[in-house]
């Protein structure tokens, strides 16, 4: 008896397991942040079957939700100086044992990885997302504008970390938090191709669920929001958060989604807890979605819009008659 040839439709499904991961790491202690990234990592590849697996905003180094570090306009307090040396000595280098440690795990576990970091670089910090994956540590993205107060700790990226990884299925980029508001910066990396639009984030507003709906929908490609939940609880004593000091009050409240690239919630809004969320992800919904909208294709009207995006490093200072180190390519 013959065996029926699967049907077109079947015989051509591409599909691919995603995970974003709502949770916080303790905050000034790496070493216990960096084993809670890859317990959380393996749980989400080795229980949950993901193949991509995305970690919130700055979960190694610390998002310090609620801390002033003593500044006000014009003054910064010694307290606040001594805590900010707390914060620098947190941070990861890049490369460095943190990184090299993550990436033996995604070699391991053979799946990729978008884990938010606090770098180190010099005496300055940047919010980052590192890209690991079956071949280790693939890149990075500096976070190019800090919001508000994060502009005290962080300094900006520039355009040669604009790092969008092609795993031979799919292409992973990651915008941070509120660089999801720059329109420029959606179009340069939806010009690179992007098919899973990876939002590391500490904003667990309602409005911010409407954000992520639009960039799928607008790119035409699944978005992974991976926000923290942190209480008051899991910070050290000694802090003053300025929502206060109850064990239990919510710091970060999560609201970590997977959205199609028609707009459609697959998972999540996860609130009130940690938790992985998980969603099997068909990557032919891409060429259904942008059958009738691509924002850099047959939507793009380049003969109206023009963008130009600059992608060299812009090292402060270069040795004379050389290149600066922080300029080579990673």
């Known amino acids: 008896m013959t065996t029926p040839a699967p049907h077109p ?14 949770a916080s790491a303790p905050l000034f202690d790496t070493p216990a942040a960096l084993a809670r990234a890859e317990e959380l990592i393996r749980e989400a590849v080795t229980v949950r079957g993901a193949e991509v697996v995305v970690l919130p905003e700055a979960f190694l180094g610390g998002y310090p939700k609620g801390l002033d570090f003593g500044i006000t306009v014009g003054s910064r307090a010694p307290e606040g100086r001594d805590l900010f040396r707390r914060y620098q000595a947190s941070a990861v280098t890049v490369p460095g044992p943190e990184v090299d440690a993550l990436a033996a795990l995604t070699r391991e576990l053979g799946c990729h990885a978008v884990v938010g970091a606090v770098e180190r670089l ?7 997302a590192l890209h690991l994956g079956p071949d280790g540590y693939l890149g990075l993205r500096r976070k190019l504008m800090p919001t508000a107060a994060e502009r005290y700790l962080w300094g900006q990226g520039d355009g040669s970390t604009l790092t969008v990884v092609d795993t031979g299925t799919a292409r992973i980029g990651a915008a941070i938090c509120w660089e999801n508001y720059m329109p420029l910066l959606r179009t340069a990396l939806y010009a690179k191709g992007v098919h899973l639009w990876c939002a590391p984030t500490v904003d667990d507003r309602d409005a911010w669920q409407a954000t992520m709906r639009h960039v799928a929908l607008e790119g035409r490609c699944f978005v992974l929001a991976a926000a923290p939940y942190l ?3 899991a910070l050290p004593a000694e802090l003053r958060p300025v929502q206060g000091d109850e064990p239990g009050t919510v710091l970060i409240g999560g609201g970590s989604v997977i959205v199609s690239p028609l707009g459609e919630v697959l998972a999540g809004p996860l609130r009130d807890g940690e938790g992985i969320l998980t969603a099997e992800l068909d990557l032919d919904d891409i060429a259904r979605a942008r059958f009738d909208f691509d924002p850099v294709g047959h939507y793009a009207r380049p003969d109206v819009f023009t963008l130009h995006v600059d992608e060299s490093p812009r090292a402060t200072m270069a040795p004379s008659g050389g290149t600066h180190p922080a300029a080579a390519p990673r």
Request: charged share 20%; hydrophobic share 40%.
């Open 9 to 22: 439709a079947t015989a051509s499904r591409r599909t691919l397991t995603a995970a974003v991961v709502q």
């Open 122 to 128: 010099g005496s300055t910090l940047h919010c980052v």
């Open 231 to 233: 209480r008051r609880d």
